[in-house]
């Protein structure tokens, strides 16, 4: 008796993290995101960030004091506390590849978000906020995903206030969306998502060589790692 082994393809999905992946090196994302062959340990930087995150979330949603450290971020956590609506916090959100509305861990699920910050007001209009601990820049894509997934998933929302905040730079990115916007958006994006997927088709991976290689990459059988 001789076993029928298949190999199970999982569904393409994707995430704005992942696209990012990509497109600074096709072989990082694989490496670091589809066979996950390689496993960086937590740099003191992540787990600060992390730290960040959580205490930023128990603030806004729990109404809990920031610890000991972090009080130079009250005032823009005040305001986004005080600002009128239902807000939610760490909010994970899917679409499918039909632009419908899908449970963060469902099959169906083609692109998965997690926003920080999301007030959606009585009149239309949401905010949506992410925090950021890097340096700053000024990345659209992000912005236009974090809109168009909440279109996707609030019928009546009409307009949406997408912000990068940069909080050890005293710094903001912004863009403000209507839904009229939503062809143009998907428009820029789509065409870049589709070559990540004919790569994963494929399983055509090739290095791309950059400033990055020599002291931000782990992929050691890269011939350009630490060069």
């Known amino acids: 008796m001789t076993d029928d082994l298949t190999t199970v393809v999982q569904p393409f999905s994707w995430s704005y993290s992942r696209l990012k992946n990509f497109e ?12 996950k062959s390689v496993v960086e340990p937590e740099s003191d930087q992540l787990r600060q960030g992390n730290q960040l995150h959580e205490h930023f979330r128990a603030r806004i949603a729990e109404g809990k004091s920031l610890p000991l450290g972090y009080g130079q ?18 909010q994970k959100l899917a679409i499918t590849s039909g632009f419908k509305p899908a449970a963060y861990f469902a099959k169906t699920a083609w692109f998965r978000t997690i926003l920080d910050y ?15 601990t890097g340096k700053p820049n000024a990345d659209f894509t992000q ?17 949406v206030r997408a912000v990068l905040l940069f909080v050890g730079y005293d710094h903001t990115e912004r863009a403000e969306y209507v839904r009229e916007d939503l062809p143009e958006i998907w ?38 790692c630490g060069k």
């Open 143 to 159: 912005l236009q995903l974090m809109a168009a997934t909440l279109f996707h998933h609030e019928p009546k929302l009409q307009r």
């Open 187 to 224: 428009g820029e994006i789509l065409p870049r998502v589709k070559l990540m997927q004919e790569a994963r088709d494929a399983q055509a991976y090739p290095p791309r060589p950059s400033g990055l290689c020599k002291r931000y990459c782990a992929v050691r059988s890269c011939a350009y």
């Open 118 to 132: 999301v007030c959606m007001r009585d009149d239309g209009v949401a905010v949506v906020v992410d925090f950021k």
């Open 24 to 35: 600074t090196c096709p072989l990082r994302h694989l490496s670091y995101d589809i066979d």
């Open 73 to 90: 971020y009250e005032p823009i956590l005040a305001r986004l506390v005080n600002t009128p609506g239902a807000k939610h916090t760490e």
